[in-house]
């Protein structure tokens, strides 16, 4: 079955790098079509998208977060790493990590969610 | 970007009710539009995806229409478990995909 899951720093400090992991199975993202997202939802609002990589590579970014975020893949270890910089308390959120299948067809597996605080 | 636009933001109603949410897009998105359920403390879940196909699994009471930039979403006889908070997302554009602002359906 599908499962995804995201890992990184509870804690950042303003000014600060954070880097969160998504660990998949049950998918390659190697294979045509297939897509992982960064989403997140700072506490009582709503949903943000951040980046997005498909299964050639091909990156995008949310236009007023693009200069802050880096997206990348590692096929062989079945992960997406995000990295966003010049962390703000702002920034405090749970980020998701989601699949798509194609370019319309939704975020169908979700992961589960990572609080970010940011505070110093 | 294409902003999109949900009503209203929350309402009230009654379990058995019908229920409609409107989400609209800044510009025409064809059917690249999903809804999205999500209960408190967990991830959204898929509902529907390009406009009006149900994800497998969810309930015949939801339903979806629209077209370009007009789009809804209805519950037919709402349920105690569907009190939650809906979002749409279009996924039209390079780069940017987008979610609305939410809509919570509460208990009246």
């Known amino acids: 079955q599908v499962t995804l899951r995201e890992s990184g720093p509870a804690l950042v400090k303003p000014t600060q790098s954070v880097t969160l992991t998504c660990t998949f199975s049950?998918?390659?993202?190697?294979?045509?079509?297939?897509?992982v997202s960064w989403i997140r939802q700072p506490p009582g609002k709503a949903l943000e998208w951040l980046a997005r990589?498909?299964?050639?590579?091909?990156?995008y970014y949310d236009t007023s977060l693009k200069t802050r975020l880096t997206i990348s893949k590692d096929n062989s270890k079945n992960q997406v790493v995000v990295t966003m910089t010049n962390m703000d308390p702002v920034d405090t959120a749970t980020y998701y990590c989601?699949?798509?299948?194609?370019?319309?067809?939704?975020?169908?597996?979700w992961g589960q969610g990572a609080l970010v605080t940011v505070s110093s | 970007d294409i902003q999109m636009t949900q009503s209203p933001s929350s309402l009230s109603a009654s379990v058995g009710d019908r229920v409609t949410i409107t989400c609209r897009a800044s510009?025409?998105?064809?059917?690249?539009l999903n809804w999205y359920q999500q209960k408190p403390g967990n991830a959204p879940k898929l509902l529907i995806y390009?406009?009006?196909t149900l994800q497998t699994g969810v309930p015949s009471r939801f339903s979806a229409s629209g077209s370009g930039t007009d789009f809804t979403l209805t519950i037919s006889s709402l349920q105690p478990e569907d009190f939650a908070t809906y979002y749409c997302?279009?996924?039209?554009?390079?780069?940017?995909?987008?979610f609305g602002q939410g809509t919570k359906v509460e208990i009246k």
């Open positions: 390009e406009a009006s």
């Open positions: 510009q025409s998105i064809n059917n690249y």
């Open positions: 989601a699949r798509t299948r194609g370019y319309s067809n939704g975020f169908d597996y």
């Open positions: 049950g998918f390659s993202l190697s294979t045509s079509g297939m897509c």
């Open positions: 990589i498909h299964w050639d590579d091909s990156k």
């Open positions: 997302l279009h996924q039209y554009t390079i780069p940017a995909w987008t």
